[in-house]
């Protein structure tokens, strides 16, 4: 195949993974994996996703598994970079053991140079135990501390004797325009950039909402939390010039917590409210009860109104209901049965 020809078939491949075009000659290990396409993945990769962006970056990924290629992870704040490098090191445990070092670039003890002095300054027995190494937000490291992560990118080669770790980094900054100021080592630059992964931003995946949501909620062990949060987020997730997910993943963390604490119930984000219990309080329910209640009612039919109601009012959800009422979503389930066999009308969860 001509030289020519060969960069025309990896500039095509270079596209379709979503790299920026190459200058003539800027040939790397990567582009003649991708202008080849020839070799099998070695182990499954997958994370889930449904997202163009994101398939692609799963192809890309599958056929450099069990290598030592660096890896620069980009992306806005917060749309799970550290979590694809954490993937790709689970993915690599079949070919290869080893331990995972994550260390955080904007960390001020870390950005000192002597801790990257010491830990790639020479050889480092340590790394006998590292299959792979994360530099979170790379990008914030001194010119000092970037010159002992190149030393390190250029005496270690897959040929080297002894264990070499995967070096794998992050950043929500154009490294290039730092580059351009002076501020980050152009070598550097050109030895990460071999292989690049843009992760887009949450807006753009909104196809893999609810496969994000129902993993949040699943470690948080809120799971009944979904159809209300999924059906409200998504609604939103609409408006293009929403910010209430400025920060991608990590501000749906912390809505879907606040959602799930009732912290949201007095509070807005960007004209959303989340809580489906802020219209009505668990004690004007009571009150309204108590002066309505007919005098042949026992107790157990009080109880049983109260609870009806308070689970209407929440749409269905029964986490919300049961925190309103200060009882366990095991009692109200209980609860719930019991009047499900008596013919109660139960509000079902909205969806």
Not at 45 to 62: C, H, P, Q
Not at 160 to 184: A, H
Not at 274 to 301: A, Y
Request: aromatic share 10%; net charge positive; with cysteine.
């Amino acid at each position: 195949m001509s030289n020519k020809k060969t960069f025309h078939n990896m500039e095509e491949n270079r596209e379709k993974a979503g790299f920026q075009k190459l200058s003539p000659g800027n040939f790397s290990y990567l582009d003649f994996i991708l202008a080849n396409n020839r070799l099998k993945p070695k182990v499954h990769f997958d994370l889930g996703s449904k997202n163009k962006a994101m398939l692609k970056i799963e192809e890309t990924v599958k056929y450099t598994i069990g290598s030592k290629v660096p890896i620069l992870i980009t992306g806005e704040i917060g749309v799970g970079k550290t979590y694809l490098a954490k993937k790709i090191h689970q993915a690599e445990a079949s070919i290869e053991s080893g331990d995972l070092l994550v260390i955080d670039c904007k960390n001020n003890e870390t950005r000192e140079s002597d801790f990257f002095k010491k830990l790639f300054g020479e050889r480092n027995s340590s790394f006998d135990n590292i299959r792979t190494i994360v530099l979170k937000e790379i990008a914030f490291l001194d010119l000092t501390s970037q010159s002992y992560v190149l030393r390190f990118l250029q005496n270690y080669s897959e040929s080297s004797s002894f264990r070499v770790p995967r070096l794998i980094t992050t950043s929500s900054k154009d490294i290039y325009e730092l580059v351009e100021k002076g501020i980050f080592h152009q070598d550097l630059y050109y030895r990460l950039y071999i292989l690049q992964l843009k992760v887009p931003a949450l807006m753009e995946r909104k196809d893999d909402l609810e496969n994000i949501l129902k993993e949040l909620l699943s470690e948080m062990g809120e799971e009944e939390e979904f159809d209300h949060l999924y059906l409200k987020i998504g609604k939103f997730m609409e408006d293009k010039t929403s910010s209430f997910l400025e920060h991608n993943i990590e501000s749906l963390k912390k809505i879907v917590k606040e959602s799930i604490s009732g912290v949201v119930s007095t509070k807005k984000t960007d004209g959303i409210n989340f809580s489906s219990s802020s219209n009505f309080s668990h004690e004007g329910i009571v009150h309204h009860w108590l002066k309505s209640i007919p005098k042949d009612l026992t107790m157990r039919d009080i109880e049983t109104h109260i609870i009806l109601e308070v689970l209407k009012n929440n749409y269905g959800n029964r986490t919300h209901t049961a925190r309103s009422l200060g009882i366990s979503l095991r009692t109200l389930r209980n609860k719930i049965n019991e009047y499900l066999q008596k013919g109660y009308l139960v509000t079902k969860p909205q969806k």
